[in-house]
């Protein structure tokens, strides 16, 4: 894996909201649960912050964290161009070929891995936006606003499984965030509450929120990309 290190301009206000709304939740949820707040925490203060701006409750806020933590260690511009995630890249855009013709894009630009605060393949990400964005660059992966509202977007679209359904947890939606179809597994879902709690703790969270339920999304990908914009 390799990870760049440029930080746009957009996202440096959501670092102090997100310190902000970190520091506030350092004396509930996380400090009185004894849980350690490593770095982790604030280096994925920007997701909770530019969560918070597109007016996402926050405990969204805290599973984008979550996500962001294990997939980029909070580094919006990260990439994952290995070779088991090109060819998922790949199979993505097989998949999606259709949808992206006539965008103009070099198929190149899709198949390169994943990439991001949360580890989206490009052709997966683009498809959470809606028709009238599906032709924004492959790159849009890398733009914190753009990733977010991916984000949003594939996280409706995991509770509409029935996986997610037998087990409406966040550890279960956070499980399938790369194996959608091993939701409600509990096997699986006891396995990955092992690493996942350790997560957890570095984002200041403990290891009961993962038991949690999470709240209804009710905005899609493309309707939290236009509050951001419009920001």
């Not at 605060?117 to 997966?124: I, T």
């Amino acid at each position: 894996m390799s990870r760049r290190s440029k930080s746009p301009a957009v996202w440096g206000a959501a670092v102090v909201a997100g310190i902000v709304a970190f520091v506030s939740m350092s004396g509930t949820a996380g400090a009185s649960s004894g849980v350690a707040t490593g770095e982790g925490a604030y280096r994925v203060a920007a997701v909770r912050g530019l969560a918070a701006e597109a007016g996402l409750p926050a405990a969204w806020g805290d599973f984008f964290a979550l996500v962001a933590w294990r997939e980029s260690k909070g580094n919006p511009q990260a990439v994952n161009d290995s070779v088991s995630e090109a060819a998922a890249a790949a199979k993505a855009f097989d998949r999606n070929r259709e949808r992206y013709e006539g965008c103009g894009h070099p198929e190149d630009a899709y198949t390169f891995g994943s990439g991001g605060w949360f580890g989206m393949l490009p052709a997966n990400g683009l498809a959470q936006l809606g028709e009238e964005l599906y032709c924004l660059p492959p790159s849009s992966v890398l733009e914190p606003r753009v990733a977010l509202a991916m984000a949003v977007g594939f996280a409706r679209g995991l509770m509409r499984w029935d996986g997610f359904a037998k087990v409406p947890t966040w550890l279960n939606l956070r499980t399938m965030w790369g194996r959608p179809a091993k939701g409600g597994d509990l096997a699986v879902l006891a396995k990955a509450r092992v690493e996942l709690a350790k997560d957890a703790a570095e984002v200041g969270l403990p290891a009961s929120w993962l038991d949690g339920r999470p709240p209804p999304l009710p905005v899609t990908g493309a309707e939290v990309l236009d509050r951001l914009q419009a920001a």
